[in-house]
């Protein structure tokens, strides 16, 4: 049984989704979730959250519903060196921040140039998770990501609205299942996120439970599996 799920949306990230916090921790305490992270788009995503936002989270409720809350950020990652949009005072902040690639934001380069922009990030030391690095119109050094992230203690995501096959990504079922095969062979673990613009989706791992059968992925490297495992991966050292 999973626990969390912290990659989602809510009415501040700007686009798909017209639902509050509460509403999320409502739709996580209905699906049997015990944690819920809000990670809202970053300011260089067109309207969502400014950095006031941001930094006013540290005054929101911890609870609701039975659920605990963390609040965390989407960043956006800017250019090939993986610089991101949210300055290193708000991020102190936060509890954790997911650092991804939208293309708004950066165009697709090289695989040189997409595996350095996620390394670079990953240097980030508020950096906790690579968001949805399955994208097709971005390939990378897969191995080259699973070392990086092994180094920096950084989480790389399932993700699930990639995996659906009404996702904008392309078809992410090899590189997911590349990322789960080696991050198996490192015994680093993964996160598994849902990506929900809105409550619809909260806790939603439906497309990748039958890939983590398919790989035989050991649930003991599933962090979803555990809100203190997660917590302590999250402690900043």
């Known amino acids: 049984m999973y626990l969390l799920d912290i990659h989602t949306h809510s009415i501040a990230s700007g686009h798909g989704s017209t639902d509050t916090i509460a509403d999320l921790a409502r ?19 067109m309207c969502a959250g400014t950095t006031s936002y941001f930094r006013g989270l540290a005054m929101a409720p ?11 950020v989407e960043l956006n990652i800017l250019d090939y060196a993986g610089h991101v949009d949210l300055d290193t005072a708000t991020l102190s902040s936060l509890d954790y921040a ?6 708004p934001n950066l165009r697709p380069g090289n695989i040189k140039q997409n595996t350095s922009a996620y390394i670079g990030a990953m240097k980030n030391p508020y950096v906790s998770v690579i968001g949805h690095c ?18 920096s203690h950084v989480l ?3 993700n699930n609205s990639s995996l659906s096959p009404d996702g904008y990504r392309g078809d992410t079922r090899d590189n997911a299942r590349y990322i789960l095969q080696l991050c198996k062979s490192a015994g680093h673990p993964v996160l598994l996120s849902s990506d929900s613009h809105g409550k619809k989706h909260v806790g939603d791992f439906s497309y990748i439970e039958p890939l983590l059968k398919e790989c035989r992925f050991p649930e003991n490297l599933v962090i979803n599996r555990s809100c203190a ?4 991966f999250l402690v900043r050292e």
Request: net charge negative.
């Open 98 to 103: 997911i650092a991804s690639i939208h293309r």
């Open 229 to 232: 495992a997660l917590k302590r």
């Open 134 to 151: 399955d994208d097709t119109r971005y390939p990378v050094d897969y191995e080259a990501l699973v070392d990086e992230a092994v180094r």
């Open 27 to 45: 739709a996580a305490a209905d699906r049997g979730l015990r944690l819920l992270g809000v990670s809202d788009h970053a300011p260089s995503t």
């Open 62 to 72: 911890r609870h609701r519903l039975g659920v605990e809350l963390l609040y965390g």
């Open 156 to 158: 790389l995501e399932i």
